[in-house]
């Protein structure tokens, strides 16, 4: 199992560049009680087959390994706490996967670092459109790297002043929304 959510999420929107999705949305939100991580794109999308097999460890699609353990594990993770996950896909239209993980609950994992999964996706994904909503209580930001692209017009998302501005506006946004947990530790 990975030792943190974050390194969950980036392996599973790592699958949705490999389908061909040109637009992933990944939203962490968390409450009192729950934290609910959903990854949303529009690739290829599955057919029920794959989707039946997209939970099985022992299924992949990759030729390097003869494991799939990415959907596997965060589905793993999610109900260790007494939450839930679900997966829905279509072929031709893109592919949802959501997990909610008890706050409270022993074996819940850290979220972990999602600034850095999110910097290190567009880092290594310049042309992927990507949204990326974090929320606490009713605290919230989003960041879109279309909305991003519009801004610094013919600079690419992978320039250092355009890495530097994500890495910032995502440590002040998030530092913001985090100052409601007052010591809860996700």
């Known amino acids: 199992m990975m030792s943190e959510l974050s390194l969950n999420v980036l392996d ?9 999705a040109g637009l992933i949305e990944i939203s962490v939100s968390i409450n009192a009680d729950v934290m609910i991580i959903e990854i949303i794109d529009d690739g290829c999308g599955m057919s029920d087959e794959q ?3 997209a939970v099985d460890p022992f299924y992949t699609t990759r030729t390097t390994r003869s494991v799939g353990l990415g ?6 993770a999610a109900e260790m706490t007494g939450g839930r996950f679900c997966i829905t896909s279509e ?10 993980f008890v706050l409270g609950h022993i074996d819940r ?8 999964t999110v910097e290190t996706l567009i880092l ?3 042309d992927i459109n990507f949204v990326y909503r974090y929320r606490v209580c009713e605290t919230e930001f989003t960041l879109s790297t279309s909305a991003i692209r519009e801004i610094m017009e013919d600079i690419p998302l992978n320039a250092p002043e355009v890495t530097n501005f994500i890495k910032d506006f995502l440590r002040e946004n998030t530092n913001n ?9 996700i």
């Open 71 to 76: 959907i596997s594990f965060f589905k793993q």
């Open 91 to 100: 072929v031709g239209i893109g592919t949802r996967v959501k997990a909610e």
């Open 12 to 20: 599973i929107t790592q699958n949705s560049v490999k389908a061909g």
């Open 51 to 53: 989707l039946k097999a």
């Open 124 to 126: 290594c994904n310049p």
């Open 109 to 116: 994992l850290p979220l972990g670092d999602m600034n850095a």
């Open 177 to 185: 929304c985090n100052k409601l947990l007052k010591g809860l530790h």
